[in-house]
């Protein structure tokens, strides 16, 4: 392989890590890192990159913050509730020990709060261990700002972030009782499996049928969830997978098209939250 070429691809995936984690969407950040690589690729001959690990991490997060302007404006006419897109991850032991928290749809999800500046603060520092002087540079502010901003990040996250999350192994058997109880049409088993107050958000963007506002309360989730697979069409098929480092449900048209992704947030023996990606742009890439 080209040296260049070769010195890329060994940070392609923190540099997608980086781009998902500060966009929320899959498509973006393979469009960041392609743009990022030819930005490298027409840099690098002349020999001005001292570190290609620093010069990329400047790129793409420069990137993402443009980004993320252009994301706002589309944000606030979003037609019901904004999830990120369902990424799917592998699950070996290595992985999930190394990135499964700061994948988690729920954590995703509390990115959201955060101003762009903070959100790019917090992970280049807390999740991918970047030098408060690099990301100072970056993102045009004194090292000692960044400090105050990444405190005030942390303080907010931590306060936050769910408290406890199921074992894979509980996730599993929850998540088996679950579909069991979907597939039977047992109403009354699914209730009990929902946290008394849970939480439901279904995004379908104006382009798939979803609930514009989220469910709250175990009951009127389970007559949610039951009302969608009564509804499905002669057809589909079920399949489980691994998003985003959750035991997920995905569901496919006779045609073998994603209809939808659901991912369950599961601990203290419950779900706690459940959320149904509809929206067909985020679906191309499952």
Request: net charge negative; with cysteine; glycine share 6%.
């Amino acid at each position: 392989m080209d040296p260049i070429a070769a010195a890329f691809e060994e940070q392609r995936s923190r540099l997608f890590g980086i781009a998902y984690r500060m966009l929320g969407s899959v498509m973006e950040a393979e469009d960041i890192v392609q743009e990022a690589w030819l930005r490298f690729q027409a840099t690098a001959p002349s020999g001005e990159i001292q570190s290609t690990r620093a010069w990329l991490g400047a790129v793409v997060t420069r990137l993402c913050l443009d980004q993320m302007k252009s994301a706002a404006s589309r944000r606030e006419s979003y037609i019901g509730p904004w999830l990120p897109e369902p990424l799917h991850t592998e699950e070996t032991p290595e992985a999930a020990a190394e990135s499964a928290d700061s994948l988690s749809m729920a954590f995703l999800v509390l990115l959201e709060n955060l101003t762009p500046v903070e959100r790019a603060v917090f992970l280049l520092r807390e999740v991918f261990d970047y030098d408060y002087a690099d990301i100072a540079q970056w993102i045009d502010k004194s090292e000692p700002a960044c400090r105050q901003i990444f405190s005030r990040a942390r303080r907010y996250i931590s306060a936050h972030r769910p408290r406890f999350s199921a074992a894979p192994e509980e996730q599993a058997q929850i998540f088996s009782a679950f579909l069991s109880a979907v597939q039977l049409g047992d109403l009354d088993s699914l209730t009990v499996l929902l946290a008394t107050d849970a939480t439901a958000w279904s995004d379908g963007g104006g382009k798939a049928s979803a609930a514009t506002r989220p469910l709250h309360g175990a009951d009127a989730i389970a007559r949610f969830v039951m009302g969608i697979f009564r509804q499905a069409p002669a057809g589909f098929t079920y399949e489980v997978g691994p998003m985003n480092h959750a035991i997920s449900l995905i569901a496919r048209d006779p045609q073998g098209h994603v209809e939808v992704v659901i991912i369950p947030e599961i601990s203290e023996g419950r779900i706690q939250a459940l959320r149904f990606i509809r929206n067909p742009d985020k679906l191309r890439h499952v």
